[in-house]
C-alpha cells in the first residue's frame, strides 16, 4: 500500500492503517459502589457488544469498567480484576477483533495484568508520564512500572497512552511540547492518545496538529469522533477509539447502536480507499 506520491502510510503495530477502534463500556463490575448484576450478564452484554462492531466493521476494541465510577486510583481488587479477566477472555475466545483493555482509573498494572491472563493485545494507559489532578484524586506517572511489568511478563502487550488525559488537568505549569518530548524520550508507549477535555469532546483540530507535529510516535483520537467530524481528522491522526458516538442516543453508558457504528466504519472505509487506493 502506497500512495501516488510513494509515500508509505503509518500502521500500528497490531492494530494497522488508521484503525477503528470501539470502546465496550461494562455496565457495573462487583468493584462498583452501585448495582451488580452479576459476571454471566455482563459477559452476556460484552459479547453482544464485541459482535456489533464486528459487523459493523471495527478493526479492534478496547473494554473498560466505565461503570464502575466514580473510580478508584490504582486498586487491587481482586475480584475485579479476575472478573475483568473472565470478560475479555471471553471476549477474545469469540472475536476476530484485536481486543484491550483499560481498568479504570489509571490502573495499568492491573489492565497488563489482565491482558496477559486474557490474551489481549493492548492497554490504555491513562497518566503514563505525567502527574494529573482528576476527580477521583492525583493521578501518579506509571511508565517504569508499566515497562517493568511488560519485560517481566515477557509478551507483546501494546501501550497506549494518554497525553493531557481527558477529566484532569495538570499540577502546576504546563508545556504540552516538553510533556511530549520527556514521554516520547524516556518512555517506551507504543503510541500516543490525544483526547478532548471529556468523554464524547472532540479536541481542537490545531491541538491535535500540534501533538501529531511534535511526536515520533503514532498518534490515536481518543475521544469525540463522529460521522460529522471524522474527514477533518483523517489527516491528523493514526488511529481513532471511538465509543460515545455509535452509542444509542451518544450516550456511552448506552449499549451500541449498529445503525451508528455501521455509518462511521463505512466512512472510514471509504476514506482509507481514498488514501491508498488499490
Not at 500500500?1 to 503495530?13: A, F, S, V, Y
Not at 464485541?50 to 478508584?72: Q, T
Not at 496538529?209 to 515520533?216: L, V, Y
Request: proline letters at 6%.
Amino acid at each position: 500500500m502506497r500512495r501516488e506520491d510513494g509515500t508509505e502510510p503509518i500502521k500500528l503495530p497490531i492494530l494497522g492503517f488508521k484503525p477503528l477502534i470501539g470502546v465496550v463500556h461494562l455496565p457495573p463490575t462487583p468493584s462498583s459502589p452501585r448495582g451488580y448484576g452479576g459476571v454471566d450478564r455482563l459477559i452476556e452484554y460484552t459479547l453482544s457488544e464485541i459482535a456489533k462492531l464486528e459487523e459493523a466493521g471495527f478493526d479492534a476494541v478496547i473494554i473498560e469498567n466505565y461503570g464502575d465510577k466514580p473510580f478508584d486510583i490504582e486498586s487491587s481488587d481482586e475480584v475485579l480484576l479476575s472478573v475483568l479477566s473472565v470478560i475479555v477472555r471471553e471476549t477474545v475466545k469469540s472475536t476476530k477483533l484485536v481486543v484491550g483493555v483499560n481498568v479504570l482509573r489509571n490502573n495499568a498494572k492491573a489492565s497488563i495484568a489482565v491482558a496477559y491472563a486474557s490474551g489481549a493485545r493492548f492497554v490504555r494507559v491513562n497518566a503514563y508520564c505525567e502527574l494529573r489532578v482528576a476527580p477521583e484524586g492525583v493521578l501518579l506517572p506509571i511508565a517504569r512500572e508499566v515497562e517493568q511489568l511488560r519485560k517481566q511478563l515477557d509478551r507483546n502487550i501494546l501501550v497506549l497512552a494518554d497525553i493531557d488525559v481527558k477529566h484532569s488537568d495538570p499540577l502546576g505549569a504546563y508545556n504540552l511540547g516538553n510533556v511530549l518530548y520527556n514521554c516520547i524520550e524516556r518512555g517506551h508507549m507504543d503510541a500516543i492518545i490525544a483526547s478532548g477535555t471529556a468523554t464524547s469532546k472532540p479536541p481542537e483540530p490545531g491541538y491535535i496538529a500540534f501533538i501529531k507535529r511534535n511526536s515520533s510516535k503514532p498518534v490515536i483520537l481518543g475521544s469525540g469522533l463522529n460521522i460529522n467530524n471524522v474527514q477533518l481528522y483523517w489527516n491528523l491522526v493514526d488511529g481513532f477509539i471511538v465509543g460515545s458516538s455509535i452509542k444509542y442516543m451518544g450516550r456511552a453508558e448506552n449499549p451500541i447502536d449498529i445503525r451508528r457504528a455501521k455509518q462511521l466504519a463505512e466512512m472510514v472505509e471509504n476514506l482509507r480507499a481514498k488514501t491508498f487506493p488499490v
